[in-house]
């Protein structure tokens, strides 16, 4: 069992940059692919980032690509959201989610909820325009 914690999230003006967390504890965390999902309200859950276990490749949705970046430390089984340039849009409720393997051999999977085996409780991000 994984648990997992985020944090970081808060109120920011567009423009502004955001860093996200998330602690991850339980069993071994550090050769898990991991992923970064958002949901604003009334919207579907929605792929942000996705990073493999080594933390060596990593993957974005359109949407962010170029201003978000998602990283690693595995010793201190940490996952990172640095999000610049944040806009309106990106207002919503985020989430880091786990999966049991080490890597998505399609890389697509790495796009999909169902991909993943455990998610954190998520924390708010609100941009103002």
């Known amino acids: 069992q994984v648990q997992l914690v985020e944090s970081g999230g808060g109120l920011v003006q567009a423009g502004g940059s955001l860093r996200l967390s998330c602690a991850a504890s339980g069993r071994t965390f550090n050769r898990n692919a991991m992923g970064w999902f958002r949901q604003a309200p009334g919207k579907e859950r929605e792929f942000v980032a996705g990073?493999?276990?080594?933390?060596?490749?990593?993957y974005y949705s359109d949407s962010v690509k170029g201003r978000f970046t998602i990283s690693r430390d595995n010793v201190k089984n940490t996952l990172y959201l640095q999000m610049n340039s944040l806009e309106a849009d990106d207002t919503a409720v985020y989430y880091c989610a786990c999966s049991k393997g080490t890597y998505f051999r399609d890389t697509r999977n790495y796009a999909l909820p169902g991909s993943y085996d455990y998610w954190g409780q998520g924390t708010q991000v609100t941009v103002s325009s």
């Open positions: 990073i493999g276990g080594a933390g060596s490749t990593t």
